[in-house]
């Protein structure tokens, strides 16, 4: 009777094993992918926001247009951005290898690139979000003085800046991550 009351136990506790949450690994893979998955789109918005960004303004001396290829700081803006969708990418799909394989594609120096690789792109990130809301605060203070005040084109590059800011901080919580996956060395 008891031998059978052992058993029973066993067979409880093996189910809940089996049946309990996902190990800690597999939670962290697949909360990169969606941090992934987020940086992406905040970036693909932000890419788009900051192409179609152009102002129209009339004035006495006839109509002054401005795009976003006219000021430097958003031109180093959307090279960010393009390098940081770039490596966003390719995380994603090895993101996507690493949930559905449960294996690195590249062992331990796979996790090493995910990790310096994270911390380069989120630098990359902020500080294109930086010269683009600088710039625009600049340039609007600016134009204001001289009576353009651009108002729209300003308003749509901030958004763009601030969805780069969003797409940075999906990117450096992801690091955060992959620093908790990299392997131990004693």
């Given at each position: 009777?008891?031998?059978?009351k052992?058993?029973?136990?066993?067979?409880?506790?093996?189910?809940?094993?089996?049946?309990?949450?996902?190990?800690?690994?597999?939670?962290s893979?697949?909360?990169?992918l969606?941090?992934?998955?987020l940086?992406?789109?905040?970036?693909?918005?932000?890419?788009?926001?900051?192409?179609?960004?152009?102002g129209?303004?009339?004035t006495?001396?006839?109509?002054?247009?401005?795009?976003?290829?006219?000021?430097?700081?958003?031109?180093?803006?959307?090279?960010?951005?393009?390098?940081?969708?770039?490596?966003?990418?390719?995380?994603?799909?090895?993101?996507?290898?690493?949930?559905?394989?449960?294996?690195?594609?590249?062992?331990?120096?796979?996790?090493?690139?995910?990790?310096f690789?994270?911390?380069?792109?989120?630098?990359?990130l902020?500080?294109?979000?930086?010269?683009?809301y600088g710039?625009s605060?600049?340039?609007?203070?600016?134009?204001?003085?001289?009576?353009?005040?651009?108002?729209?084109?300003?308003?749509?590059?901030?958004?763009?800046?601030?969805?780069?800011?969003?797409?940075?901080?999906?990117?450096?919580?992801?690091?955060?991550?992959?620093?908790?996956?990299?392997?131990?060395?004693?």
């Amino acid at each position: 009777m008891i031998e059978g009351k052992e058993n029973c136990t066993n067979l409880i506790n093996f189910r809940m094993d089996s049946n309990s949450a996902p190990s800690s690994s597999t939670v962290s893979r697949s909360v990169i992918l969606v941090l992934r998955v987020l940086t992406f789109v905040f970036l693909l918005i932000a890419l788009i926001l900051i192409s179609v960004t152009k102002g129209t303004e009339d004035t006495t001396n006839g109509s002054v247009e401005a795009k976003f290829s006219d000021i430097h700081a958003y031109r180093y803006m959307i090279s960010t951005i393009v390098i940081g969708f770039v490596y966003n990418l390719m995380q994603m799909v090895l993101s996507i290898f690493n949930v559905v394989s449960e294996k690195h594609v590249c062992g331990d120096f796979g996790y090493v690139f995910d990790f310096f690789g994270d911390k380069i792109i989120s630098y990359f990130l902020i500080s294109g979000s930086a010269a683009g809301y600088g710039a625009s605060e600049d340039l609007h203070r600016f134009f204001k003085a001289e009576d353009l005040p651009f108002n729209s084109f300003f308003a749509k590059a901030n958004a763009s800046a601030s969805l780069l800011l969003v797409g940075f901080l999906c990117n450096a919580i992801a690091s955060i991550f992959t620093s908790f996956a990299l392997p131990k060395k004693a």
